[in-house]
């Protein structure tokens, strides 16, 4: 679903910060060669994701949900100096397109790929984070969330991707369409639960942005 018109998109785009050349070819890539290349964060929404990373300065990161990385070089961007991305995929097939994007980077040394189930690997990583991307399998939303918020540093972010699921939020939902209906729990979690302050953002298909209180 667009929610905006494709033209008012391309306006938005234009009138945004210029996709870095890095992330262009990283795009160009994922389309030529990557089935779902629609997954990508894509040029708008990337920039908003590097300009909030930009905001909040934050020393670590974690992503739950690689792909091809195209948003994991975004949140670097406003890393500080000396700070560290975790990012976590169970996809091994696209580990190597990753590394290669990862390694012509800035933040080579700073980001640490994860291949594996996120609730597996989370326990294990030892950290407390800034900042957090959930952009991964919708059916464990409600679990990641849990697993993490004990793991923000007071006034940290989490930033949860497709909270709109291409408008089927407004639907009834099948009983049989867990996904549907744990990102209904899941919005409605995030806007009542009160260790978090939340705001909605309709970014392409839908962004999160909850502070931790």
């Not at 949140?75 to 990012?87: F, K, P, R, V, Y």
């Not at 007071?154 to 699921?165: A, E, H, P, Q, T």
């Not at 209904?184 to 909850?210: A, C, F, M, Q, W």
Request: net charge negative; proline share 5%.
């Amino acid at each position: 679903m667009h929610f905006i018109s494709p033209e008012l998109e391309l306006y938005v785009e234009r009138h945004s910060e210029n996709e870095p050349t890095l992330l262009a070819a990283l795009h160009r890539e994922t389309y030529q060669k990557i089935m779902q290349p629609r997954m990508l964060s894509g040029h708008f929404q990337g920039r908003v994701l590097s300009m909030l990373s930009k905001l909040i300065r934050p020393a670590t990161i974690l992503e739950i949900g690689t792909y091809t990385g195209y948003a994991t070089l975004c949140l670097a961007e406003g890393m500080q100096e000396n700070g560290s991305i975790d990012t976590i995929d169970i996809n091994e097939e696209l580990s190597s397109i990753q590394k290669k994007y990862f390694d012509l980077s800035p933040w080579k040394d700073q980001i640490s790929q994860h291949l594996g189930d996120a609730l597996e690997i989370i326990p294990t990583l030892g950290k407390t984070y800034d900042l957090v991307f959930i952009d991964a399998d919708k059916d464990n939303y409600l679990r990641y969330f849990d697993m993490i918020l004990p793991l923000m540093n007071k006034g940290g972010i989490i930033l949860s991707d497709n909270v709109l699921w291409s408008g089927k939020i407004l639907e009834t939902p099948d009983p049989r369409d867990l996904s549907t209906n744990v990102l209904l729990e899941y919005n409605k979690k995030l806007k009542e639960d009160p260790r978090v302050e939340t705001v909605l953002l309709p970014i392409r298909d839908g962004l999160t942005v909850s502070r931790v209180l």
